[in-house]
């Protein structure tokens, strides 16, 4: 795809390497290398201008290698990194989150498949989302199935923009998921990636961004291509734009890719010198 507009945002990726240290408890580790320059690359190729690296799960609340990626390209870069779901505000004090912010993080990501979900409505999450809600970031959420239900009341009261991560990732055996999400998503603190489509049973996230359009959330939506969609390598790059355009159309494709992730990630307007990899 070629046609994409000027300041256009992959909103969801990922960068790593092997040596890395992961978490004892991880799902998957992948054996091979996904560095910046590689993502840089099919930014470049696929014509966009800029991109959101999100911490990976298995390297858990060590957040230096995504940090230092960021310092790499700090006009065309932002993050979404990992805190200790037990101590959020012991990790979000207001020194840190300056210090974060000025390097380009704007969110927090919660991956809770296989976890039980954090006491949002506790102090800890209480005090943590305030100080993310005064600097502008905002909690990313990974769940599945019922999890849904049982986060949706405490999402809707958080003072931060909430993001339902990979459209919910909805199954047809879980109805109340998929009802809880388009819920939540009628708030307007939440936005929903379209992203890793791949990650639910055939037909279902195709589903699933059909009933958010319906139900008029097209203008919290953000593109994400998940790269370099582990564990579903084999989806093209290309392919992820093209699924997305053929499901949403051109007209909402380009404002997904540029002034809703401008708005949620704190992107200015103006347009990118070309940058050096």
């Known amino acids: 795809m070629t046609d994409l507009p000027s300041h256009a945002v992959d909103a969801h990726a990922h960068v790593f390497e092997p040596g ?4 004892r408890d991880a799902r998957y580790v992948p054996a091979y290398a996904a560095p910046l320059e590689q993502y840089l690359a099919r930014l470049d190729e696929h014509g966009l201008e800029r991109g959101v690296l999100v911490q ?3 390297l858990g609340t060590d957040n230096s290698y995504l940090l230092a990626a960021l310092a790499r390209e700090p006009e065309r870069l932002r993050g979404v990194i990992v805190v200790d779901h037990d101590r959020p505000a012991a990790d979000l004090t207001e020194d840190r989150v300056a210090e ?3 390097a380009g993080v704007r969110g927090v990501r919660l991956n809770l498949l296989g976890h039980t979900a954090p006491d949002l409505g506790g102090l800890g999450w209480q005090e943590a989302t305030a100080r993310m809600a005064r600097w ?11 999890q849904w239900s049982q986060l949706g009341p405490p999402l809707v009261g958080l003072d931060c923009a909430v993001v339902v991560d ?3 990732l909805p199954r047809a055996e879980h109805p109340d998921a998929a009802q809880a999400v388009l819920e939540l998503a009628a708030q307007e603190h ?8 791949y990650r ?4 279902q996230a195709e589903a699933m961004l059909a009933a958010l359009l319906e139900r008029g959330a097209g203008h919290r939506l953000v593109f994400g291509s998940d790269w370099p969609h582990t564990r579903h390598e084999e989806h093209p790059y290309a392919d992820v734009l093209d699924w997305t355009r053929a ?3 051109q007209d909402l494709l380009h404002g997904m890719l540029t002034a809703q992730p401008a708005e949620l990630f704190g992107w200015p307007a103006t347009t990118l010198a070309t940058p050096t990899i």
């Open 166 to 168: 990979h459209l919910g």
């Open 56 to 58: 990976p799960s298995f």
């Open 136 to 146: 502008g970031w905002h909690l990313e959420i990974q769940a599945l199935g019922s």
């Open 247 to 249: 499901q949403a159309g």
């Open 20 to 23: 890395l240290a992961t978490v």
């Open 100 to 102: 974060l912010h000025a």
């Open 190 to 197: 939440v936005w929903v990636k379209v992203s890793g489509h």
């Open 200 to 203: 639910s049973p055939a037909g």
